[in-house]
């Protein structure tokens, strides 16, 4: 599969493949067969955006996570981040102790 393929289905789901062959690299970056993220556009403040300039935003925000230096990653920036705090919240090592504010995580 094509990194970028999308599979428009509707004016607001779509299935988007961010990892995949790159052809600027001439291979497949990643141990598994791609799969799909399903995106649906929810709400906005503005009018209902475009599905195909939602999907162009999310493939911009998985082309390079500059914070590992990780190139074609399969989720954007933003979720993988909030997955990575989250882990960070829940330590099974800080159960029982006082809860610090989020700026002592970052």
Do not use: H
């Amino acid at each position: 599969m094509l990194r970028g393929t999308a599979l428009i289905l509707d004016e607001r789901n779509a299935n988007l493949w961010t990892t995949g062959y790159v052809p600027q690299l001439d291979t497949y970056i990643g141990p598994e067969t791609p799969n799909p993220l399903f995106i649906t556009v929810l709400r906005s403040k503005l009018a209902m955006p475009e599905i195909k300039t939602v999907l162009n935003d999310i493939m911009g925000l998985t082309k390079i996570n500059y914070n590992s230096c990780n190139f074609n990653d399969g989720l954007p920036v933003t979720v993988r981040f909030a997955k990575m705090v989250g882990e960070v919240l829940t330590m099974g090592s800080a159960k029982g102790t006082e809860r610090q504010p989020f700026k002592y995580y970052v």
